[in-house]
């Protein structure tokens, strides 16, 4: 390599990235996070197709408990702003601040899914099943148990994602100038929330 | 000191100050979509409150709070426009699938 190749390439920062300048897993987090959206995307769209090729689709709000989800939205509103406020917090400088918030964004996800076993149990007992229906269209029961099931799946993978980072953060691996980790984290987890704002009106509310 | 670590504090030498957006009004705007979808969802639909126009609202509302998400927890109204443009593909494709499904499901 001639001299002038050499000083060329030292020349280009190796740091740099154009789209997310402060850390490279933010952007393989977004990249991701537009793969996981197909997935669910192609679960709603498969879910509208269904039902409105469906006679005998059950009225969702009868059927399914719209308080309790309604709680459970709630829920996951507040464990995202527990999320912002965390990574505010280390920004800031504050890793105790981080750590209170991200063991209430943790307690807000754990509750959710203790929130959604009741709500699958209550349906099971009640006869709603992955190929039968006591209200209509056996497609239903697929449907409902496929989309927020992977919906359970991910705010569970989000509880042990959370859960690692914030035992990190005890030990003291996070601070002003170190927290691109968490914001990666707090990406993950509000496409959580965004998803499930869109689950439950199509599958709750509609 | 690891590669992440590096770029991170190299990018901060810049970015001295951390601005915070009002993630509190945005927390207030969507209880109160939520509320507001919970009562348009429990209404009774009739002559008069057609079930397309509940659809519609409900649609919008939640399209709303999955922006306001996006846009300011995700903090993608501070990012460059390639990366909305990242967000945004998946979701136009979604649309996509689901109208050229609605055909075959109204044949079925």
């Keep these: 390599m001639s001299q002038a190749a050499a000083v060329g390439h030292a020349a280009v920062d190796t740091y740099e990235s154009p789209l997310t300048p402060e850390s490279w897993s933010k952007l393989a987090m977004w990249i991701f996070l537009a793969g996981d959206a197909m997935s669910f995307g192609g679960l709603l769209a498969a879910y509208g197709a269904l039902r409105y090729g469906s006679p005998n689709w059950p009225v969702p709000m009868s059927v399914l408990g719209i308080f309790m989800t309604g709680v459970m939205t709630f829920l996951l ?27 209430l964004t943790i307690l807000g996800g754990i509750t959710f899914l203790v929130m959604q076993a009741f709500e699958w149990t209550h349906l099971i007992h009640e006869g709603l099943g992955l190929s039968q229906n006591p209200w209509g269209a056996s497609q239903f029961g697929t449907t409902f148990f496929m989309t927020t099931g992977f919906h359970g799946c991910h705010v569970f993978g989000g509880v042990c994602y959370l859960t690692t980072i914030l035992i990190q953060g005890l030990r003291g691996k996070y601070s002003r100038t170190n927290w691109s980790s968490v914001e990666t984290l707090g990406l993950y987890w509000h496409f959580v929330d965004l998803v499930w704002i869109l689950v439950f009106t199509f599958v709750y509310l509609v | 000191m690891d590669e992440a670590q590096r770029r991170q504090e190299h990018f901060q030498d810049e970015h001295v100050t951390t601005l915070h957006p009002n993630y509190m009004g945005v927390f207030w705007w969507l209880l109160a979509l939520t509320i507001l979808e919970l009562l348009v969802g429990s209404m009774p639909t009739g002559p008069a409150y057609p079930h397309t126009a509940k659809v519609l609202m409900l649609v919008s509302m939640a399209v709303g709070k999955a922006a306001l998400v996006a846009l300011y927890f995700m903090h993608l109204r501070f990012e460059v426009r390639t990366l909305g443009i990242i967000a945004l593909t998946p979701m136009i494709l979604c649309v996509f699938f689901l109208f050229m499904l609605m055909p ?4 079925r």
């Design chain 1, 77 to 103: 509103i507040c464990s995202s702003v527990t999320m912002v406020k965390a990574l505010a917090a280390i920004q800031d400088g504050d890793s105790r601040r981080m750590c209170m918030f991200l063991g």
């Design chain 2, 104 to 107: 075959d499901s109204a044949n």
